[in-house]
């Protein structure tokens, strides 16, 4: 693969980039935000309408997918573009992340991983090499290390040594990894320790993956610590490739880690709020339930281009979750998505003109954002309504 | 509002018709299907969905948006058409059906009826005047009289009392209509009995409404007794009328209906069918979650032009499905209504081309209707799903 990542500006004041990802599937310019399609489909939306809120590029979880509808079906229907009818740019995670926060985690050793599925509690053993192979076969354009993704708050010597492994499994990653048409990415742990931040940045670095993701983040802890150990890493990655910080999507936290010189992010936080009722505009997060949109003739966001908001009324997609009808969570859906594209397209040209500082500071100045405890919780909430745990068959 | 139905053809074995509503909002080629927006959508789809899969003329329940979000607030916000964006045609049901099958109902006098809201509980008066109030400031293109229907296996005193009231009410209706741009429409009953059905038809007949619809059918009966009540009804009513079947639905039925010369269907059968993940298909109904399905690399029906053949695999339907993914659902209803819109275009051009006895014959010999029991079974659940109790209030 022809070098994938090319640096266009990088803003002098805050290190802010904007490049271009060229992919085999086309050029994703960047910082850009990639849609969650955990089980090869971005929740409730077609890919076309990805396409015309203006995705350049989507993620979906190797995991989910080996679970169901399985690897090899995939890979015989023609792989994982063509399943989902999805002809741009695709990343698939490797599954580190949802075997320790989803499975019901059974063993982990230098080997591997033995988990049950949180579908049927059936037990799978996941090695580095199986996963990169698992992601060949699906044939994503970039593809992930496996990883050992302890939770936030876990104890520090368990944080070192799962950062030691997961740099030994990248490492096993990069020698099984053979396809030339699909970009491999390191990932840096290190949990909520700055010296073991920097450590695995390091190590990573010196591995020369064609991009490198920061992971083990926005899993709870207070935002200054998430923007903090971005400070601690960031400057430790190779400048000439790509960074991606995976679990962020809010409006304010992209703004922030763009200006810590993110290039990539995914989140389902757009479309699990928007099915949850939950809107962004330009001022802040709203709740398309509360009353004051009963008889609202605006649409959501007066501002925004659109479908939902160029043809509906904010009172008619409230009457929508009222009557807990499917259109309700598909337009919200449309409309938070492409809320948070149009954001990285904006910052991404204010980049380009030198302007991103001025305009990071009218965005913060005009936007409220969530209070950080009810984000917390909400956080906090989701994790766990992700636990699924099975009587123990051993 | 000028003539509403020019009739273009009648076939001279059966009597199917083809002609067209001219509608204030477009023309309506028939014979019609019309999807069902019961709150104000089609489940799950777009308006522009619902154009660009062929429906030229769509329903939605007077009954459920006064309800909710009440016809005031749609009133204020422009009228149904706006609230939806939906441009082309609607016509509403009055809410007698729903009154009868779906409030919990309180009392009938021949002023109108006391109900309870399925949703909430509270006590409704409705009375014929008010209905076509309420469907006049809605603004539909065409309107239903308010009808008292009582169930399948009722009473035949009860039967004969509920005709006569709704042939009283049906005057009143007409009485109150007074826009002009709107089609008032009768509504014929009778329930299962030939010389009730002839007697409805008549006295309505003698009433000229723009329309005539045969209601009180397909509400579990057997299927021989609904085509038997049709050949009663259809001969009574004026020829230059349109006539329309209240809730029939299904591909072999709709083929049987237009034979028996009826210009107008609806049914929510086709969207609730797909979200249950059941297909049509040329041969037969088919269940998508069949594990047949799981490596199916081609669509749904090979020979259908629906965005969902167009694009994606029964496997990936399939999987969607079994990850009760919303996406699914959305699929499965477009190639569902996108089958009937086509079957009745159709038996349309059939019709128009003399070859109407030939094209029924050809499609009943190589479509396998569902089994009558099972059938009835569905009918009876839903019909049952519907009925909400709730503790007495008084």
Known sequence: MDRLFRLSQTCPDTGARAGILATPRGPVPTPAFMPVGTHGTVKTLTPHELDSLGASIILSN??????????????????????MSWQGPILTDSGGFQVFSLGHLRRVTDEGVLFRSHIDGSEHFLTPEAVIEAQEALGADIIMAFDECPPYGEDPGRVREATERSHDWAARCQRRHGRTDQALFGIV???????????????LASMDFAGYAI??????????????????????????????????????????CVARGIDLFDSALPTRLGRNGAVFTRKRRRNILNSSFKNAERPIDEECDCHTCRNFSAAYIHHLFKCQEMLGYRL?????????????????QAILDGSFTYY????????????????????????ESRRVEYPPQD
């Open 62 to 83: 190797a995991y989910h997918l080996y679970l169901r509808p399985g690897i090899d079906a995939i890979e015989k229907l023609g792989g994982l573009h063509k399943f």
């Open 189 to 203: 742990h290190g949990g909520t320790c700055a010296e073991l931040r920097r450590h695995s940045a390091g190590v």
């Open 215 to 256: 992971g083990g983040l926005s899993l709870g802890e207070p935002k200054e610590l998430t923007l903090l150990m971005l400070e601690e890493t960031v400057p430790l990655l190779p400048p000439e490739k790509p960074r991606y910080l995976m679990g962020v999507g809010s409006p304010e936290d992209l703004v922030d």
């Open 360 to 383: 990071r500071e009218a965005f913060i100045e005009h936007y409220q954002p969530t209070d950080p405890r009810m984000r917390a919780e909400q956080k906090r909430r989701w994790l």
């Open 332 to 348: 919200a859906s449309i409309h938070n998505l492409r809320f948070i594209t149009r954001l990285l397209a904006d910052l991404r």
